[in-house]
């Protein structure tokens, strides 16, 4: 399941545990709340991950930066193609 998917799919619970039937503007609404939420957790988790590895591997710079630069490239491919989901 997409992110897309996923935050379709979230608004649809969530709308059926308050009770509501949203019209189509709302639900979209909903819905890019919940996608943007997803990818702004996506973020802050790279960016905790990155931190980690560079406290982890600071013996060992040459290394760190390398996983830095990866796990980075990594999380800029994921919001490219969930930018592109849209």
């Given at each position: 399941?997409?992110?897309?998917?996923?935050?379709?799919?979230?608004?649809?619970?969530?709308?059926?545990?308050?009770?509501?039937?949203?019209?189509?503007?709302?639900?979209?609404?909903l819905t890019r709340l919940i996608?943007?939420?997803?990818?702004?957790?996506?973020?802050?988790?790279?960016?905790?991950?990155?931190?980690?590895?560079?406290?982890?591997?600071?013996?060992?710079?040459?290394?760190?930066?390398?996983?830095?630069?990866?796990?980075?490239?990594?999380?800029?491919?994921?919001?490219?193609?969930?930018?592109?989901?849209?």
């Open positions: 399941m997409n992110i897309s998917e996923n935050a379709e799919s979230t608004a649809r619970a969530v709308c059926a545990l308050l009770g509501v039937e949203p019209d189509e503007e709302q639900n979209s609404e996608e943007r939420s997803i990818v702004s957790s996506v973020l802050s988790e790279t960016e905790r991950h990155t931190q980690l590895v560079m406290s982890c591997c600071s013996a060992d710079l040459d290394m760190a930066h390398k996983l830095t630069d990866e796990i980075r490239a990594s999380t800029t491919a994921l919001v490219a193609n969930l930018s592109s989901l849209r």
